[in-house]
């Protein structure tokens, strides 16, 4: 992944109203219901980038809560830009390392976690920055409520083998699997596309566990 640093990005960030700041952050865990105004169940994407998929989610079921992650302000700043052109009041975002995750939402607080396109971390000492690692899988699992789902995609087939071996040490089961997903129309339904699966024409893989 290449970033460019974008002057007042931050800056932006930091006073934008999508973004829930850190300082209640911290102080909000159980109260994204009082943040969004209503009971409605509460779907997160960890690594949104810049955020087409979670701004195309929430626009289509304005039913559900959507909360984008993202790590870096010069990229979660394309998806400001896009809640400035069109504001959708179920869809707040978080400039943080999805490592906090479990401070920052509740026991059982979230329905649904999508992961699309994580970063690979390809050497094995970096195993545990990969956002389907056992280690993350155990912060899920704490916000996560019972029946909850996990829905990840990736065209690294390393990656997904990764994630498929980890689910079993995490106690997790799979649900539905797919090596291909553009060509299982079962798996395909619903399917929102990012910015990253535009740009490489196809997810292969996809699991829902
Ligand atoms: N999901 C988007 C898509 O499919 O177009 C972006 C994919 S990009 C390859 C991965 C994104 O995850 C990057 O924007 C990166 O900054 C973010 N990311 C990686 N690790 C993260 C972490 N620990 N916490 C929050 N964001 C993270």
Known sequence: MRLRNITGSREVIAESPYVVQEAVQLKCASSWNRIFGNENPIHIEIGM?????????????????????????????????KMEEEELSN??????????????????????IYLNFSDPWPKDRHARRRLPSREFLARYSRILRQGGKLEFKTDNRELFDF???????????????????????????????????????????????
């Open 91 to 112: 869809l707040k975002f978080l400039r943080m390392d999805a490592e906090i995750v479990g401070e920052v939402f509740g026991p059982g607080e979230v329905d649904r």
């Open 49 to 81: 980038g810049k955020g087409q998929f979670i701004h195309t989610m929430a626009k289509g079921h304005p039913q559900v809560n959507y909360v984008g992650i993202e790590k870096y302000s010069s990229v979660l700043l394309r998806a400001v830009q």
């Open 163 to 209: 994630a498929l071996e980890e689910l079993g040490p995490a106690g997790w089961t799979l649900e539905a699997c797919t090596y291909d997903l553009h060509g299982d129309p079962e798996m395909m339904a619903g399917n929102v596309t990012t910015e990253y699966e535009e740009k490489i024409g196809r997810a292969s893989c996809r699991e829902r566990v």
